[in-house]
């Protein structure tokens, strides 16, 4: 794309490179040309001599003629940039560009800032523009343009120094207490040698309680330094080991900090109106009241306006930040210095008491010292009931006064509203994009905020488009926001390392499962591995896990059902893969899925309903586990276990067909020496799926190939079932004598297997066969033994499928009674299994009857109808005399509707077909 008008290039290589001017976006799409043009950037204004640019950009000596090389790539590099041409210009000492890199400004000014901040001793002001500058990087430094010489030395030296701005970042939050410890332990595992970061990682653990694990990394780093770079470690990693062993004092954060006056909110509040309002009333009397919910949904926020709006007519509010506190028993003498109390022993507790009377006293991130603030609650209720006290924390504290209130999302406009004002956009400003963006967060306001706040650098579109990073991406919080609240990472991270190791294991395994899981499941894929979690447990687990608004329960038709917030599902993921484990439970939740297949493969019967309601349920992990599948070496084969059973599923929700015979046809390709019968079962399914999305010359392909693995196995049940694929793909290409054939072959099969339904189906497909012959007699009596068969075993939607193929022979013969009772039957029990493509099917067999009566705008109607639910889920109508029977039945309504056809189809573009069915159901039976 070329800009128009002149100005200014803003260039940015944090990530790809992204060229901006007067705020429209472009890019060049060359690879040397956008190269030449960072190269001109980064001498920002200055001229570059050739024999410099030929160097940085082909190596020294690399090209012959590399002046007039030059000139041809300066000339390409002009005409993509279209108007604005001439911000490439010859200076005296060689080419020059107008532009700056305002990426790489931003990081500089921030790092003049750290250094600033660094001088005067102020470790938030550090952090804080530590993450204004690695919020700049929207990927790898200079990705685009690495492949030059130039471009691969700046993209060491920006990826050593995005290394630092992260070191200096987390070092200032070891310093004020709030690092998050899995991201600064992961970072340090990455780079194993960094002494600065190793050490950084060994405090946190220390802090964290696993202060064996903190000695343990210090021994690594020393063997590790040894092996590889043959030193020794620095004096400052000496004296750290030293004051670890002798558990020095000055390695954990201080406990008591003096009471933060209640800080203003800020900005307003968005959302959230009822509770506040509830809150206000419920705490004008004694009370205690817990705001429970998962990191970042908002409760300190709320419990921050609540507790201004209670300061504002001059009640007594006491805040306690309790989240600064590593030990339980600091609580207490907080809460003293707070109410300003002088005592010890017994006296100190009774006279805080007596010092909030009257007062709302605020203990916010309750969720680690659990029982001494139990113990303060309880010393309230005993002192009189004087006191109303507002409670922010993961889980219940759970004393027989409290009232627990749960906090979930936003309202979805509410959502919106408060991105769009956070970014300064009217109401009707991007809104589309911005509810995918707060959707993809979970609607929780703290991510909302940061997602906002990178306005500051990127489009709304552009983070939109990056939002599935989200936990990389959303860093940068305000400097009042307090450290947990810094990032998304850091307030999952916090609410995490709460959690005992186990705890940590399984809420990182159950992360495999999309959409949810049961506890069975769970049982069944997240137990055993290191460390060990006995299946028994998990249930106890996943009820702490819950408990401390980590994972989601839902209740459902088929019981309980847990599940994660995707922000917490990525943090945890993240979690699987560093704890080592994540290939081995992958591949136990590929199983399940497999297991899950297998037990669904039978479809139609009495159960069609359930099996349909389990598989849509469990979409999501199947479609993951077929994913992880296909893209980890060596597990293709596991595809063939979960996509080839449940093809019938993926069949009946046409929009899903292509995708599933893809993935089929990939793995296919992948595992070429499988199992003969696992291939050929998979040929067979990937052959019903191409013929139904279209293709039956494909299809014909497969069957021919999977009858032959069947047969060479003597596998009569898998002939059986195959022939009758091969009977439907000839019934396509309107060969019905082979049809014929191949259909009395399978019912022949079928009667010998013992199968009553693959006989009820052959006998279906052989009907088909002799009514595309014109032998209607025949076919009747054929379609008429299957209707019964399928009675005789319950199978709703072969008898559907049938019925229907008896109502368009009725139509040929003219008994349009019976063809009209056929079909009405047979819709009915479609709509009752919910199969899409059986409803369009026979609602197209209406139109025919619609015709016969004269009501052609009905059946052009019911057509339209169909005809786009067919486009829009892949499943064209693909048996050679049913597609004639419409294309006749169209053309009739059509030729009686003359010029008001074209405005039927128009009106009729937008109803449902749902509705549309259950009309037709009325007037069918009336």
């Not at 964290?208 to 770079?229: H, I, K, N, P």
């Not at 849509?616 to 980890?632: D, F, G, I, P, Q």
């Amino acid at each position: 794309m070329s800009p128009s008008g002149d100005g200014e290039f803003e260039v940015r290589v944090l990530g790809p490179t992204e060229l901006r001017v007067h705020d429209e976006t472009f890019r060049v799409d060359r690879a040397l040309e956008r190269a030449l043009l960072v190269r001109l950037a980064l001498a920002r204004g200055h001229g570059v001599p050739d024999e410099t640019l030929a160097a940085d950009l082909w190596g020294e000596g690399q090209v012959d003629k590399p002046t007039e090389r030059l000139r041809v790539l300066i000339y390409r590099l002009r005409k993509a940039l279209g108007a604005h041409a001439a911000a490439v210009h010859r200076a005296p000492n060689g080419y020059a560009l107008k532009g700056r890199l305002t990426d790489l400004l931003a990081v500089e000014d921030e790092l003049l800032a750290i250094r600033a901040a660094r001088k005067s001793g102020q470790p938030s002001r550090i952090a804080a523009a530590a993450a204004e500058a690695l919020a700049q990087w929207r990927g790898p430094a200079f990705a685009d343009v690495r492949e030059t010489p130039y471009g691969a030395a700046e993209a060491a030296r920006l990826e050593s120094l995005h290394l630092d701005l992260l070191t200096d970042r987390l070092e200032a939050e070891l310093a004020l207490g709030t690092i998050a410890v899995s991201e600064v332990d992961q970072l340090a595992r990455r780079n194993p040698l960094n002494e600065r970061l190793v050490g950084l990682s060994v405090v946190a653990l220390y802090r964290a309680g696993r202060q064996a694990e903190a000695l343990a990394r210090v021994s690594d780093l020393r063997r590790a330094l040894a092996d590889q770079l043959g030193i020794d470690p620095s004096p400052a990693t000496l004296e750290l080991e030293l004051r670890l062993l002798r558990q020095d004092p000055s390695l954990l954060v201080p406990d008591v900090r003096p009471v933060e006056e209640v800080a203003e909110p800020g900005a307003s509040m968005i959302g959230r109106g009822a509770e506040v309002t509830a809150l206000l009333d419920r705490l004008r009397r004694p009370a205690v009241v817990t705001l429970t919910g998962a990191p970042g949904v908002g409760k300190t926020r709320l419990a921050r306006e609540v507790a201004n709006l209670v300061a504002h007519p001059g009640r007594p509010v006491i805040w306690l930040d309790l989240t600064r506190l590593s030990r339980g028993d600091a609580v207490l003498p907080s809460l003293a210095a707070a109410t300003h109390v002088d005592a010890a022993g017994n006296e100190l507790l009774p006279l805080c008491v007596t010092r909030l009377a009257g007062a709302l006293l605020v203990l916010d991130g309750a969720e680690h010292v659990l029982d001494p603030v139990a113990d303060l609650l309880m010393a309230i209720a005993d002192q009189g009931d004087r006191v109303s006290v507002l409670i922010t924390s993961q889980r219940p504290v759970r004393v027989s006064a409290e009232e627990v209130r749960p906090l979930g999302p936003l309202s979805r406009a509410d959502a919106i509203r408060l991105f769009q004002e956070r970014c300064g956009l009217g109401p009707d400003d991007d809104a589309e994009v911005a509810d995918t963006i707060c959707t993809a967060v979970d609607r929780y306001p703290l991510a909302i905020e940061l997602a906002a706040g990178l306005t500051r650098t990127l489009t709304v579109e552009q983070i939109a488009q990056r939002i599935e990073y989200r936990l990389r991406l959303l860093v940068g919080g305000a400097r009042s926001a307090g450290g947990r609240h810094s990032s998304l990472r850091t307030a999952i991270d916090w609410s995490c390392s709460l959690l005992d190791p186990l705890g940590q294991a399984l809420l990182h395994r159950v992360a495999v499962f999309a959409g949810g899981f049961t506890l069975e499941a769970a049982e069944e894929v997240a137990s055993g591995n290191e460390p060990p979690i006995a299946a028994a447990d998990v249930a106890p687990m996943l009820a702490d896990l819950h408990d401390r608004s980590l994972i989601t329960i839902s209740v459902e038709p088929g019981g309980h059902r847990f599940g994660l917030l995707e922000s917490i599902r990525d943090y945890a993921l993240e979690g699987l893969e560093a704890d080592g484990n994540e290939i081995d439970i992958r591949r136990r939740h590929a199983d399940w899925c497999a297991e899950l297949a297998a037990r669904t493969q039978r479809y139609g019967g009495a159960d069609h309903e359930l099996l349909v309601r389990e598989l849509s349920t469990e979409e999501a992990n199947l479609r993951s586990a077929v994913e992880w599948s296909l893209s980890t070496p060596g597990e293709a084969h596991r595809v063939l276990a979960i996509a080839a059973p449940t093809w019938w599923y993926w069949w009946s929700h046409g929009r899903l067909i292509v995708e599933a015979r893809n993935w089929l046809h990939r793995a296919l390709a992948i595992e070429e020496e499988a199992p003969p019968r696992d291939r050929a079962v998979a040929l067979r399914a990937t052959a019903s799926l191409t013929r139904n999305s279209g293709d039956a010359i494909g299809a014909l392909a497969l069957g021919e190939q999977a009858l032959a693995i069947f047969r060479s196995l003597g596998d009569d049940l898998g002939c059986t079932s195959t022939l009758v694929g091969l009977c439907i793909s000839n019934l396509a290409l309107a060969k019905f004598e082979t049809a014929l054939e191949l259909g009395l072959q399978a019912s022949e099969l079928a009667e010998f297997v013992g199968e009553p339904r693959l006989l009820g189906t052959a006998m279906n497909v052989t009907g088909g066969a002799l009514r595309g012959l014109g032998r209607l007699a025949e076919a009747e009596e054929r379609f008429q033994a299957a209707v019964e068969l399928w009675q005789r075993i319950d199978d709703r939607r072969g008898q559907a499928g049938t019925l229907g193929n008896l109502g368009l022979v009725h139509q040929r013969t003219g008994d349009l009674a019976r063809a009209r009772e056929r079909l009405r039957d047979a819709l009915q029990l479609y709509r009752e299994i919910d199969l899409t493509e059986g409803i369009i099917d026979i609602v197209e067999l209406v139109a025919g009857l619609e015709v016969a009566a004269g009501r052609h705008w009905s059946a052009l109607r019911i057509l339209t109808v169909a005809g786009i639910q067919r486009i829009r889920l892949g499943v064209p109508l693909i048996i050679a005399d049913e597609l004639e029977a419409r294309d006749l039945v169209e053309e009739a309504a059509r030729s009686a509707l003359g010029a008001d056809a074209d405005a039927v189809v128009a009106a009729s573009r937008d109803d449902s077909l749902t509705e549309l069915a259950d009309e037709l159901l009325v007037s069918l039976s009336g």
